[in-house]
C-alpha cells in the first residue's frame, strides 16, 4: 500500500500522528528501541505482560529502521495504548519527570533513620533493617520500582483491610448486604492502640472498626466459615492474586508459626469478643470456630509479597476494583469505596488522625514495615521498611508521604490544579505550568476582568509569570487595560515585575502611548532604574499560527524553554501545531532559542517550524539565541537558515 493510501485509511491519520511525533529528525524513519524507550518512559518495561505481543514484534525488529508501514505492522493491535502513551493520555502523563522526583523522595527519606524494627517474633527480629523499597502503580499500570522493590516482606496488618475487603465480598456472595459485616464490627475510630481490649459502648460490643485487631479477627472469622482454616487461606490467597494480577503471595510458615506463638494477645481478644458474644455466630459460636478465625488471622499476617505486588493491589482500590495489570475485576466498586472509608479513618493506628490531617490519603501499614497509600483514580504506592516510630508505622514510609504530599497535590482536599502550589502528577509539568499562567495571561490580554477576579477568588497568584516571565500586569499594561490593573494592583501583585528582556509593565504602558496607565504605576512607586533592553520597540503583525486553545499553546511553549522533548512529542500526537504563538507572537521556537534548548531546537526544525517567525517586537528565534548569547544554538539557527546556493 503506497503511503498517502496507508494515511488515508481509517485510522491511520491518528497512527500518522503518532510516527510524526516520535520521528524526532523528520527523516521518515524511526529506530525500532526508540518505540521501547517510549514504552519505558512511560512506565511500561518489556516484561509487562499486557504488551507481551508488541514488545515481541519489537524484539524481532531489534536494531531495525521502522517506516509508516512497518510501523503500522509493528504496533498492531496495541496501536491505542501506544497512542494513549505517545499522547500523554495516561494516568501520569509525565510519568519520566514523576519517576525522577520519586528517586529524589525516596533518597531523602532514605536519610530518615529512626525507629525500631518490631521485635516480638524472630523473624521479624531479623530483618535488615536497612532494607528499603518503593513501588508505585498507576490505574493505567504505569509500575515504577526503586530499592528493594522485588523483596518479600512480612505484611502483617496490611492484611486488615484486604481482609475486610474479602468479608464483604463474601457476604454479597451468598447475598448479603454490607450490614452483614457491620453487624460484628463497627465502623468508628477508636483512638487506642491497635490491640486495645476495647469494645463499642453502644451496647452492641462490636471491636470498633476491621483495622483494629479485635475487628481483624472478627473479619477474618466471617471469611468462608465452615471451611479448613487452610482452604480459607487458599482462598484468601487467590483473592490477593486477582488484585496483584499475578502469583499468589508467599506463605511464610515460619512467620505463621512464630505468631501463633506470640499471639496471647490476640487469643485473650479473641476470647473476650466470644465471651461478649460479639464473635459471628454470637452466643453460639464454638471455641473450634474462634480458633479458626484466630488461625486465619494469623495467616494472613503471615503472607509475603514485594511491595511491586502490594502496590499494584492498592491500584487495584485506586480503580475502583480492577486491576490495572489484568483489567479483570477483583472487587466490587462498593466494596471499595467502604475500605477505602475504614482506611482513611483508622488505618494507620492510633496515628491515623495526624496522617489524615497531613498526608489526606487512605493508608494502611503493618508492622512489618510497610505502608501503603491508595490515591483514588490515580495510583497506588507501597514503602517498605522496617524501622518503626511510636505508632508501629515504618518512619520512612511515613516520610514518604510526607514528601508526596509535599511535593504533589495528592491531598483528598487540596484546592484544583489551577490554584496549587504543588504540581498535580495527573498533568504534565508543562500542562501544570500552563494552567498556572496561560488564563490570567490571557485574561489580562483582553481585559477580561470577570474571570481574573474568578482567578483571584480561586487563590490563583495573578503575579506568576510565564516562560518569558511576562504576567499578567505586563498585558494589562501593554493594552491599556485600566480596570484589570486596578484588580492586579489592589490584589498586592508587584508593580514592576521584571521580563526576559529586562522590561516592566510601565515600559509596555509608555511604549503603548497609555498616559493613564503610565501615571497610576507611577503613582505606586515603580522604580525607574536603567535596565538593559527596555528601550522601545516597534510592534510587527504577528506571523505564527493562531491555533485558539491558549492552555495547549502555553503548554507547547513551556515544553520547549524545559526541553521537554516527551512533552513536544504528546502535544505534536494530539495534533497542536508546534509553530502555533501566544498573546505576545512567541511561539516553541522562540522560547527553545531563548533559553539554548538544544533537544527542542532540533526537534522543532526537523518537524518543520518556521525559523523567521517573529513574536509581536519583531524578534525572531535568531535574534532571542543572540540576546540570551546561546552561540551553538546561534550557529544551528543560522545553518539551517542558508540555503545551499550560498556562499560559504
Excluded at 195 to 211: I, W
Excluded at 493 to 504: C, L, Q, S, T, Y
Amino acid at each position: 500500500m503506497a503511503m498517502h493510501e496507508l494515511q488515508s485509511s481509517r485510522g491511520a491519520s491518528r497512527i500518522w500522528r503518532l510516527f510524526h511525533a516520535i520521528d524526532d529528525d523528520g527523516d521518515g524513519w524511526i529506530e525500532a528501541v526508540t518505540l521501547v524507550e517510549v514504552l519505558a518512559r512511560a512506565g511500561f518495561e518489556t516484561d509487562d505482560r499486557r504488551l507481551a505481543g508488541l514488545f515481541g514484534r519489537l524484539a524481532e525488529r531489534q536494531g531495525a529502521r521502522l517506516d509508516f508501514t512497518a510501523f503500522l505492522a509493528v504496533l498492531g493491535a496495541d496501536s491505542l495504548i501506544f497512542e494513549r502513551v505517545v499522547r500523554g493520555d495516561l494516568a501520569v502523563p509525565d510519568f519520566a519527570s514523576f519517576a525522577e522526583e520519586m528517586a529524589r523522595i525516596f533518597a531523602e527519606a532514605a536519610a530518615a533513620r529512626g525507629g525500631r524494627q518490631a521485635r516480638y517474633v524472630a523473624p521479624l527480629a531479623e530483618v535488615n533493617p536497612e532494607r528499603f523499597g518503593l513501588a508505585a502503580v498507576t490505574v493505567d499500570g504505569q509500575i515504577l520500582r526503586l530499592g528493594d522493590a522485588g523483596v518479600d516482606f512480612s505484611i502483617q496488618s496490611i492484611c486488615k483491610p484486604f481482609n475486610y475487603c474479602f468479608a464483604l465480598e463474601e457476604q454479597a456472595h451468598v447475598g448479603l448486604q454490607r450490614d452483614a459485616v457491620h453487624r460484628w464490627v463497627g465502623m468508628e475510630p477508636s483512638g487506642r492502640r491497635y490491640d486495645a481490649a476495647a469494645l463499642m459502648e453502644d451496647g452492641t460490643d462490636r471491636p470498633y472498626n476491621p483495622m483494629v485487631n479485635a475487628g481483624a479477627i472478627v473479619t477474618a472469622a466471617l471469611i468462608r466459615p465452615g471451611e479448613t482454616v487452610d482452604e480459607r487461606l487458599d482462598r484468601v490467597r487467590r483473592l490477593w492474586a486477582l488484585l496483584t494480577g499475578g502469583d499468589a503471595p508467599r506463605l511464610d510458615t515460619r512467620m505463621r508459626e512464630a505468631e501463633g506463638r506470640a499471639g496471647h494477645r490476640n487469643r485473650l481478644l479473641a476470647r473476650a469478643l466470644a465471651e461478649a458474644g460479639a464473635m459471628p455466630g454470637g452466643p453460639s459460636a464454638t471455641p473450634e470456630s474462634v480458633g479458626d478465625a484466630l488461625g486465619l488471622y494469623f495467616g494472613t499476617c503471615a503472607l509475603a509479597l514485594t511491595v511491586t505486588e502490594v502496590a499494584t493491589a492498592a491500584a487495584t482500590l485506586a480503580n475502583g476494583g480492577i486491576c490495572p495489570l489484568t483489567r479483570s475485576r477483583a472487587l466490587r466498586r462498593r466494596t471499595v469505596r467502604d475500605c477505602l472509608s475504614m482506611m482513611q479513618m483508622s488505618g494507620m493506628y492510633d496515628g491515623s488522625g495526624e496522617f489524615c490531617l497531613r498526608i489526606g490519603l487512605p493508608a494502611k501499614s503493618g508492622v512489618g514495615g510497610g505502608i501503603f497509600l491508595v490515591v483514588p483514580g490515580l495510583m497506588g504506592v507501597c514503602v517498605w521498611s522496617p524501622r518503626l516510630n511510636a505508632h508501629g508505622n515504618s518512619v520512612r514510609g511515613v516520610r514518604v508521604a510526607e514528601l508526596l504530599a509535599a511535593r504533589y497535590r495528592l491531598h483528598a482536599f487540596d484546592p484544583p490544579a489551577v490554584s496549587a502550589d504543588r504540581p498535580d502528577p495527573r498533568l504534565s509539568l508543562s500542562a501544570w505550568r500552563a494552567a498556572q499562567t496561560a488564563r490570567a495571561l490571557w485574561a489580562a490580554g483582553c481585559g477580561d476582568v470577570q474571570t481574573l477576579d474568578g482567578l483571584l477568588n480561586q487563590q490563583v497568584d495573578l503575579g506568576r509569570g510565564d516562560y518569558d516571565r511576562r504576567t499578567p500586569l505586563h498585558l494589562a499594561a501593554a493594552t491599556g487595560h485600566m480596570p484589570v490593573i486596578r484588580l492586579l494592583l489592589d490584589a498586592g501583585v508587584d508593580a514592576d515585575p521584571i521580563d526576559r528582556w529586562g522590561r516592566g509593565p510601565l515600559d509596555e504602558a509608555e511604549s503603548g502611548g497609555h498616559a493613564a496607565v503610565v501615571a497610576l504605576l507611577k503613582a505606586h512607586a515603580v522604580r525607574r532604574d536603567p535596565r538593559v533592553g527596555s528601550a522601545e520597540r516597534e510592534l510587527q503583525p504577528q506571523q505564527a499560527l493562531d491555533f485558539g486553545d491558549d492552555l495547549a499553546v502555553a503548554e507547547l511553549l513551556w515544553a520547549a524553554a524545559a526541553d521537554d522533548l516527551d512533552g513536544l512529542r504528546r502535544l505534536v500526537a494530539r495534533g497542536v501545531p508546534l509553530h502555533a504563538a501566544d498573546y505576545d507572537g512567541r511561539t516553541a521556537l522562540h522560547l527553545a532559542a531563548s533559553e539554548g534548548a538544544e533537544r527542542a531546537l532540533d526537534y522543532l526544525l526537523a518537524h518543520g517550524h518556521p525559523i523567521d517567525v517573529r513574536d509581536v517586537w519583531g524578534a525572531t528565534p535568531l535574534d532571542d539565541a543572540r540576546r540570551e548569547h546561546h552561540d551553538g544554538t546561534m550557529a544551528r539557527l543560522i545553518a539551517v537558515t542558508r540555503s545551499p546556493t550560498d556562499p560559504d
